[in-house]
């Protein structure tokens, strides 16, 4: 099977629209298995909670409220800040719920669910985006 060239100018707005959607499917095909990658690596050799591993961790740290001017007191309240932003204990940002883990497992399996159909997805549309993909994505 040859290539079709599709042209990527005006007033060709469909063949834009092709190659448009062309480049986003096999971004998100290297996005995605990146990301597999990431999820299955996180959770390989994990010992804590299962699910924790995707989670964000905070602490609460008493904070120093200056009240308005009126008012000459400081208030000290708990604020929940990520444990450190700078250096965080996981690149997935979950938000936990108040059982450890939960959420985790639950972003966990729905990245290993959208890899599943996203794999047969691609086995059968792979011939017809090679088809369509004429480089000028």
Same mark, same amino acid.
């Given at each position: ?11 060709? *707005?469909?063949? =834009?629209?092709?190659? &448009?959607? !062309?480049? $986003? #499917?096999?971004? !998100? ?8 990658? @990431? =999820? /299955? *690596?996180? @959770? /390989?050799?994990?010992? $804590?909670?299962?699910? !924790?591993?995707?989670? =964000? ?7 120093? !409220? ?5 008012? &000459? *007191? *400081? ?17 997935? $940002? ?19 669910? #959208? ?14 985006? &090679?088809?369509? /993909?004429? $480089?000028?994505?």
């Amino acid at each position: 099977m040859t290539t079709t060239i599709i042209l990527n100018s005006t007033p060709y *707005t469909f063949g =834009v629209l092709t190659n &448009k959607i !062309v480049a $986003g #499917l096999l971004d !998100v095909q290297t996005q995605l298995t990146r990301l597999s990658e @990431a =999820v /299955d *690596t996180a @959770a /390989d050799g994990y010992t $804590g909670t299962p699910g !924790v591993e995707y989670e =964000v961790q905070y602490t609460t740290p008493a904070t120093s !409220v200056r009240m308005p001017p009126s008012d &000459k *007191t *400081t208030l000290l309240q708990a604020v929940p800040i990520p444990f450190s932003q700078s250096n965080p204990q996981t690149l997935f $940002g979950v938000q936990p719920s108040a059982t450890p883990g939960e959420q985790g497992l639950v972003y966990q399996d729905a990245i290993n669910q #959208l890899n599943t159909a996203w794999a047969t997805f691609w086995s059968i549309a792979q011939p017809y985006l &090679k088809q369509l /993909d004429n $480089g000028t994505t």
